[in-house]
Nanobody, 118 residues
Framework: VQLQAFGGGLVQAGGSLKLSCAYSGFTFEDYHIAWFRQAPGKAPEGVSCIRGSDGYTMYLNSVKGRFTISNDNAKNTVYLQMNSLKPEDTANYYC????????????WGKGTLVTVSS
């Protein structure tokens, strides 16, 4: 099983970024895939999750209405579209997969850094 996050970068407040999580070694429908983030000096937090069996999605309250998680089965990629970015969204973002629950971590990949300037 492998997961790898891509797409981070530097963006101004109010801007947008689209992160990609390329996965392999498992069937999407059997897993939950989540995006986590960890800001410097802070604990990791779950940002969004998608349940492979039915596409059910969950979001951290502070990103609801701004972030959208989606999956492209053909590309084995889960996306996180991030709009109206705020400086407090600055963090290392990584994706993880779990067979049982959203925000569980059976497998995780190397992250991608998102920096939002004010």
């Amino acid at each position: 099983v492998q997961l790898q996050a891509f797409g981070g970068g530097l963006v101004q407040a109010g801007g947008s970024l689209k992160l990609s999580c390329a996965y392999s070694g498992f069937t999407f429908e059997d897993y939950h895939i989540a995006w986590f983030r960890q800001a410097p000096g802070k604990a990791p937090e779950g940002v969004s999750c998608i349940r492979g069996s039915d596409g059910y999605t969950m979001y951290l309250n502070s990103v609801k209405g701004r972030f959208t998680i989606s999956n492209d089965n053909a590309k084995n990629t889960v996306y996180l579209q991030m709009n109206s970015l705020k400086p407090e969204d600055t963090a290392n973002y990584y994706c993880a997969a779990d067979r049982t629950v959203c925000y569980g971590v059976n497998y995780w990949g190397k992250g991608t850094l998102v920096t939002v300037s004010s």
